[in-house]
């Protein structure tokens, strides 16, 4: 079993910036994809981010966040943070941190690709 607790969250005009952690704990491992899924009231989670570390790593984006969100991580705190700077009202959503650990990578973009989510923490940006 693995926890995953995302903080950070909270509110901000638009244009400000956040950074969101997720912290895991149990059953951790050295090799996973720890990422970011957002929804929206009414939608499915959407793709926001992923940090993939299997042998080497890799980060990937959505195409909306690219250049004004980044993803990192710190293995030795099995932590994962979202820096979100240049924030729109369209990010305003419940953010939701998500780990995987398959051995191929298709599919990381699909919420039905992680085994393990956090709660979830509102973001929400005012104009």
């Known amino acids: 079993q693995v926890q995953l607790l995302e903080s950070g969250g909270g509110s901000v005009p638009a244009g400000g910036s956040l950074r969101l952690s997720c912290k895991a704990s149990?059953?951790?491992?050295?090799?996973?994809?720890r990422g970011w899924f957002r929804q929206y009231p009414g939608k499915e989670r959407e793709f926001v981010a992923v940090?993939?570390?299997?042998?080497?790593?890799?980060?990937h984006y959505a195409d909306s966040v690219k250049g004004r969100f980044t993803i990192s991580s710190d293995n030795a705190k099995n932590t994962v943070y979202l820096q979100m700077d240049n924030l729109k009202t369209g990010d305003t959503a419940v953010y939701f941190c998500?780990?995987?650990?398959?051995?191929?990578?298709?599919?990381?973009?699909?919420?039905?690709?992680?085994?393990?989510w956090g709660p979830g923490t509102q973001i929400t940006v005012s104009s």
């Open positions: 940090f993939r570390r299997h042998g080497g790593t890799s980060t």
């Open positions: 149990g059953s951790t491992t050295r090799d996973y994809a």
């Open positions: 998500a780990e995987g650990r398959r051995l191929i990578s298709s599919g990381l973009r699909v919420p039905s690709y992680y085994d393990y």
